[in-house]
């Protein structure tokens, strides 16, 4: 039994932000464990006050003298909100900010919440009756043809998800129940309908991944489901979690905002019925807080949602699933900016739950867990369809196409195969990791190139005439004369944009649809939907899009993916930048070929041989691993070594300046007691942003604990007055 207890205490008090060491009394030691709520003497309060364990040691780190005991730790059980804020503890001491940040992002605050009845829709008009209707409606009724699109293909759906993720109005419902299209129904809050259950029949590999995971119930293990695209990981999950609900346990499933689509969430509801909830950024805090107090009270027992759903208030969670767990949208952007994933894996180990990280391309820092036997590896080498088979992929060195006189961002190979395509009537997709016209504008007689005036970074010009700042939103008209030199030869350069490649389609195929998706394109609440829908009813043949397009959508009649610019990434100053083009050119790759229509992706770059883009042509992540890790062992980055980034920020550079000198002086005089290394001050790729200059220390360790004795330092020395820079931290 440990013998001390680091106590935090009084939760709402923000300025609390460390732990207190207690003596744990002989008769409490069978009581005290992390999350238990606890009452200890405090300063000179005559009261106990109220405080929570986050960790049990043998070790005495305060002087003996002022050592006291906890005064009692209440004979109960450890409530849910006890272990979410020994969780929030965890992530501020790991990744750094307040307690309170912690704390506000694992326990959001109580909101006014208004009485909903829980209903659902019921399709009242024939499926083939609405199918007709659909045929007459006008394409620019994009709201009522998602709608009547859903009730031909599903009889009841719940009202949450037609007004959530479909975007359909009240008054949109009153005026199709007036017609009899439709009724709403309302629902007792306890009753809840099981669903359909798992209606497939797994094959081998995926009742083998199923099985070892199952097995392993109650141990805390993480599973790492490796699966090509389209090997039916879905299914796994809908499978664990069917072997999950049946003990009595809770689930959360996390999935990427970006693929958390109507068709996504529609397929859990039809497995589990109405024990599934989901949450998602768009949805009002009041609607959110009610759906946790639902989770709480055991009234659900799926979530669905981002890295927010990791926080949902199960009292018996008993599995986490990180869907697509190489994304980069699960580290958060806000202090603490923790990671999902570890965070996942941190939360199970309190709670005894299992873990399943599923990825076609895992990060390097989940597969070496595997290789270093941390975490078990599980793998889907074949896609689940029947026929359906991985596309057969094709590289084009654009500096022949040059040499060829061919100045169009479309080669001439990947020209001929989408004329192949839009002669069968078969969809293509071509991707760009650039929104946009042109990259940027300069001027030729001068050489001026239009800046944003708060962000270090030049404007990019879009054909609505305007040139604007992808990073802080600033925007100006764009002028023909150089407002420096007065040349008109002030004009667009650089490489194409999303807006540019869909106005080169129009003009070389001007039969074809052709749809946009980009940052730009899907402003509004309901765009994002809207155009997956289009393009999945096959009323669009070509779509154009960044990477949004590319993140597990499953379109049964796409057969040709086409990167316009495969190494574009690879040009960015970051040590992931090989891993984040691999993953970006394996999941388009993926698209391609889902059904039984043989597929097929032409990959356009600039350099044919590089690892990264030769092993996702080949769906080979083994290859691209082991050339990947080499290189980071070789300088001693994550997953080999941890590293600690620490990003200041002030208005006044010189201050800026100044002040990081002086903490790069502190961090080595700490992390040499550790046998960590520190470089920088350095300049980050963008040094200001929004009228805020930036710079930037790296420290890194095989040990993490001396990373997070630096970070503690540098969070000591910021709160000690330091002309008001600004810290953030990231680990790993």
């Keep these: 039994m440990a013998a001390y207890a680091d106590i935090i205490i009084d939760i709402s008090a923000p300025t609390l932000d460390r732990s207190f060491q207690y003596e744990v009394p002989k008769e409490l030691q069978d009581r005290a464990e992390i999350g238990a709520p606890v009452l200890v003497p405090f300063a000179n309060a005559k009261a106990p006050r109220r405080g929570y364990i986050v960790g049990l040691s043998d070790e005495l780190k305060v002087a003996p003298e002022k050592l006291k ?57 024939t499926a083939d009756a609405l199918t007709e209707l659909l045929t007459e409606t006008p394409r620019s009724q994009t709201a009522k043809a998602r709608l009547y699109s859903a009730l031909i293909e599903t009889e009841e759906i719940p009202y949450e998800l037609v007004t959530g ?11 199709a129940e007036e017609a009899g299209i439709l009724a709403v129904i309302e629902q007792d809050e306890a009753d809840n309908e099981p669903g359909e259950g798992l209606t497939v029949t797994l094959n081998d590999e995926q009742v083998h991944a199923a099985d070892t995971i199952s097995a392993g119930f109650g141990t805390s293990g993480v599973y790492v489901l490796h699966g090509i695209t389209g090997s039916g990981k879905t299914e796994v999950y809908l499978s664990v979690i069917e072997k999950t609900l049946a003990t009595g346990k809770q689930v959360i499933v996390l999935i990427p905002e970006i693929a958390l689509t109507y068709q996504t969430v529609l397929r859990f509801y039809r497995c589990f019925g109405d024990r599934v909830a989901f949450v998602h950024s768009k949805m009002p805090a009041g609607e959110r807080y009610r759906i946790r107090e639902r989770a709480k009270e055991g009234k659900i027992s799926i979530m669905i949602g981002p890295r927010s759903a990791l926080f949902t208030p199960f009292p018996n969670l008993g599995m986490i699933i990180v869907d697509e767990e190489h994304e980069n949208s699960y580290r958060s952007e806000l202090t603490p900016r923790y990671h999902a994933v570890d965070v996942a894996v941190e939360r199970a180990r309190m709670c005894g739950a299992t873990v399943v990280l599923g990825s076609a391309t895992p990060s390097l820092e989940t597969f070496y867990h595997c290789e270093q036997g941390d975490y078990t590896l599980l793998t889907l080498s074949k896609r689940a369809k029947d026929g359906a088979m991985l596309p057969r992929s094709e590289i084009v060195d654009l500096r022949e196409e040059l040499k060829a006189k061919n100045f169009s961002v479309i080669s001439r190979r990947l020209r001929t195969a989408i004329e192949e395509r839009l002669e069968k009537h078969e969809q293509v997709m071509l991707f760009l990791n650039r929104r946009g016209y042109a990259g940027f504008v300069s001027c030729r007689s001068c050489g001026y190139i239009a800046q944003c005036p708060h962000c270090d970074i030049s404007l990019t010009y879009h054909n609505d005439g305007t040139l604007r700042c992808h990073y802080c939103g600033h925007k100006v008209p764009y002028q023909k004369k150089c407002p420096e030199c007065g040349s008109q030869y002030f004009l667009p350069f650089g490489k194409s944009g999303t807006q540019k490649i869909e106005e080169l389609v129009e003009k070389e195929f001007p039969k074809a649809r052709v749809l946009r998706m980009d940052a730009d394109t899907t402003k509004a609440a309901d765009d994002y939907e809207a155009i997956l829908s289009e393009f999945a009813e096959g009323k669009g043949d070509i779509l154009i899009g960044t990477q949004m397009i590319v993140k597990g959508h499953d379109f049964p009649n796409v057969t040709l993916v086409g ?30 070929g889902r059904d039984k229509i043989p597929g097929e992706v032409i990959i356009q770059t600039y350099r044919p041989d590089h690892y990264a883009i030769t092993a996702a042509a080949a769906s080979d992540y083994r290859s691209f691993y082991d ?12 997953p080999v070594r941890h590293m600690l980034t620490i990003v200041g920020g002030h208005r006044r550079e010189n201050t800026l300046e100044k002040a990081m000198d002086e903490l790069a002086v502190k961090a080595r005089e700490i992390a040499e007691q550790g046998g960590a290394t520190v470089i920088g001050p350095a300049t980050p790729q963008l040094q200001k942003k929004n009228d805020m200059y930036f710079r ?24 000690a007055a330091r002309g008001g820079v600004g810290l953030t931290f990231d680990m790993d």
């Design 69 to 125: 005991p906890i005064a009692d730790i209440p004979e109960k059980d450890i409530t849910i909100e006890d272990s979410m804020v020994a969780l929030a503890y965890r992530i501020k001491r790991r990744y750094g900010g307040s307690l309170y940040d912690a704390l506000r992002t694992v326990i959001p605050s109580r909101q006014k919440i208004a009485s909903v009845p829980k209903r659902k829709i019921r399709r009242v008009m």
């Design 563 to 592: 990167a316009l610019a495969a190494d574009l990434s690879l040009g960015v100053a970051d040590y992931a930048c090989a891993e984040r083009t691999f993953d970006l050119l394996a999941q388009a790759a993926g698209r391609a």
């Design 627 to 638: 050339t990947e890790i080499r290189y980071r062992r070789s300088f001693g980055y994550p």
């Design 165 to 175: 993720k479909l975007k359909i109005t009240k008054a949109a419902l009153d005026r």
């Design 696 to 719: 930037v220390i790296y420290v890194k360790c095989n040990d993490i604990e001396s990373l997070i004795a630096v970070k503690d330092a540098a969070e000591a020395w910021m709160h």
